[in-house]
């Protein structure tokens, strides 16, 4: 492989071949990076909800309490 590149100017190294790559994986490469953005995004909500959960089941905890000391 490396011989092959040798004797190519630099900007065929440089700036045609990443161009071709990203022309003929930039389907892929897009589906993957929206995959992974999409699941952070999930993840995020995630986390969010179980947070939001775990508050208000320790506001209830804490508030019933203190009601059946009466």
Do not use: C, N, Q
Not at 20 to 45: C, D, E, R, S
Not at 51 to 60: D, E, Q
């Amino acid at each position: 492989m490396r011989e092959i590149f040798t004797g190519l100017p630099w900007w065929v190294k440089w700036i045609a071949v990443p161009v071709i790559a990203l022309v003929v994986f930039g389907g892929l490469i897009a589906t993957v990076v929206g995959f992974v953005i999409g699941l952070l995004f999930k993840l995020l909500i995630f986390v969010a909800l179980v947070g939001g959960l775990i508050y208000v089941v320790r506001k209830f905890m804490s508030g019933s309490s203190s009601r059946s000391d009466w």
